[in-house]
């Protein structure tokens, strides 16, 4: 079987049809696969509310990195490459292809050096995190699903009462 | 907690500090800090800890020294072929105190609040940790054109036409925001510059 059918096969049983998702700017089709698919396992849609999937988050990233400077976005690019090794040289297969339990693993496995990050997966698992974090924050699924902000409002700026305080023309 | 008062002068060093607190959400400083892992366990903290982030900022008066000072890098230049500037910043042994006198005081406000330290800074000239900057004091005011650059009324000594008005005319940094400074300094040089220019002296 070739990594293509691999990935289409995952994608179709884990994650999100590749057609399903928007067009990128920066991340091809193969990597913002995965990129949603790891952003939706560190926020995931759970009882409580819905995750970073459908608040778009890999949107966030994929705009945020494609007005990055090149050197972030090789990091991005490598950062996503190192995930995958870590797949195929723990279970040969692609990432997405895995099990959940083995996706999870691998998650845990970078999860547990956050403190004190080594290799480049390491590395880019703490940004993508900070990122997934950041976007599922700033979406209006995060404010308002998540957080439950629901009165988008500004407060009421009444103006000074004192009339010995306004300025004399 | 002596630094935090004007009319409360500290033996240790001179000069006074203000404390900037603030509270917010920021589930990604939390996350990073503090919450480690991934899943629901951790979209559930990020909000069970949302908005009970506090922080504390100190900001401390930096006084005049001829050792902080900004002059032109003699090697390095932008690609105009301008030189660079170079900052030249220097901590006394003032500064430091104070410094020191500043993490005690946050010690302090967090255990009146309620709160535990859990650990404490080492303070030494060195390990001065700086996260943010006002920048200030790069065309100083003074009545010496060899240790200044503009006069009293933000008028450069060397070129009679020549006016500043932003945080650079600072002789030394206060404890404070410099904004209100700038607005009272740029108030005052419009009033004098319009009062010369009725004179016809501009």
Request: proline content about 4%; glycine content about 6%.
């Amino acid at each position: 079987m070739k990594r293509r059918e691999l990935i289409q096969i995952a994608s179709a049983s884990l994650a999100l049809p590749l057609h399903a998702l928007e067009p990128t700017k920066f991340f091809t089709v193969e990597e913002y696969a995965l990129l949603d698919h790891l952003c939706e396992m560190i926020l995931p849609s759970d009882a409580d509310s819905p995750g970073a999937r459908q608040a778009g988050v890999r949107r966030y990233i994929d705009i945020t990195v494609f007005h990055s400077g090149a050197e972030t976005q090789q990091r991005w690019r490598d950062g996503l490459a190192a995930i995958q090794s870590l797949a195929w040289n723990r279970e040969s297969k692609d990432f997405l292809a895995l099990t959940k339990q083995q996706q999870e693993a691998i998650l845990a496995l970078l999860a547990g050096r956050e403190s004190n990050p080594g290799s480049d997966a390491e590395h880019f698992f703490l940004a993508l995190k900070r990122m997934t974090i950041e976007g599922f924050f700033l979406s209006e699924t995060g404010q308002r699903e998540w957080l439950g902000h629901r009165q988008h409002t500004f407060t009421k700026f009444a103006g000074c009462a004192h009339t010995d305080h306004l300025v004399k023309p | 907690m002596t630094g935090l008062y004007w009319d409360r002068p500290s033996k240790y060093f001179e000069g006074t500090y203000q404390i900037q607190c603030a509270s917010g959400v920021q589930p990604l400083q939390l996350a990073i800090r503090n919450l480690p892992g991934f899943g629901s366990s951790l979209k559930r903290e990020l909000r069970e800890y949302n908005a009970m982030h506090v922080n504390m900022n100190m900001q401390g008066m930096l006084g005049y020294s001829a050792k902080i000072f900004t002059d032109l890098d003699p090697e390095r230049e932008d690609r105009f072929g301008v030189p660079l500037p170079r900052v030249h910043l220097h901590y006394s042994e003032s500064d430091v105190a104070m410094a020191r006198d500043m993490a005690a005081t946050c010690e302090e406000l967090i255990r009146l609040s309620g709160g535990q330290v859990h650990s404490t800074p080492q303070v030494s000239a060195q390990t001065l940790v700086i996260d943010g900057n006002h920048w200030a004091g790069s065309c100083r005011m003074g009545t010496d054109p060899k240790s200044s650059v503009v006069n009293t009324e933000c008028r450069t000594h060397d070129v009679a036409n020549l006016y500043i008005g932003d945080a650079s005319v600072f002789a030394h940094y206060p404890e404070k925001n410099p904004t209100l400074s700038n607005i009272a300094l740029a108030w005052r040089t419009s009033d004098r510059l319009v009062e010369r220019f009725r004179k016809g002296e501009v």
